[in-house]
């Protein structure tokens, strides 16, 4: 990882879940961050996803 991206990867961006009540599982957000989100059945797996997503 370059210094550039591993500086953005440790900001502290607010991370918004929200429970897909039509689909089930959850989505997960980063409101500073547009277009930045990810899906999963599971909370655990979400963090790890959101980690994906933030660095993509």
Known sequence: MNQELNYYMNLAYRMEI???KDEGGYVLSYPDLPGC???????DDLLELAKDAKET
């Open 18 to 20: 929200v429970e897909d």
């Open 37 to 43: 989100m990810t899906c999963s059945e599971s909370l």
